[in-house]
């Protein structure tokens, strides 16, 4: 919500509260989501293709190793935007 009120440093800050709560408590499980959104605030923030597109493969690796395939489809179609954002 924050990100989508355009305060990418209040989106960051939750974030890492995210962050935070899934090494303190454990569930993984919403890792990879917390992955994905990370990539839409680096991108808010303008930064460069390639951080963004590490961030998302990183995603994609886990999503795939923890068979969780929504947020695995859901970092291939970043990349593929990435690419195609990085290709004009």
Not at 27 to 35: C, D, S, T
Not at 56 to 75: D, G, K, M, N
């Amino acid at each position: 919500m924050w990100l989508a009120a355009g305060k990418p440093d209040e989106a960051d800050a939750a974030l890492d509260r995210a962050d935070s709560a899934i090494d303190t408590y454990g569930q993984r499980y919403a890792e990879r989501l917390v992955l994905l959104l990370r990539v839409r605030v680096l991108q808010a923030r303008g930064e460069p293709v390639a951080a963004l597109r590490a961030v998302a493969e990183r995603a994609y690796a886990l999503s795939v190793e923890r068979e969780a395939h929504l947020f695995a489809r859901r970092a291939e179609q970043l990349l593929v935007q990435l690419a195609d954002s990085a290709s004009r």
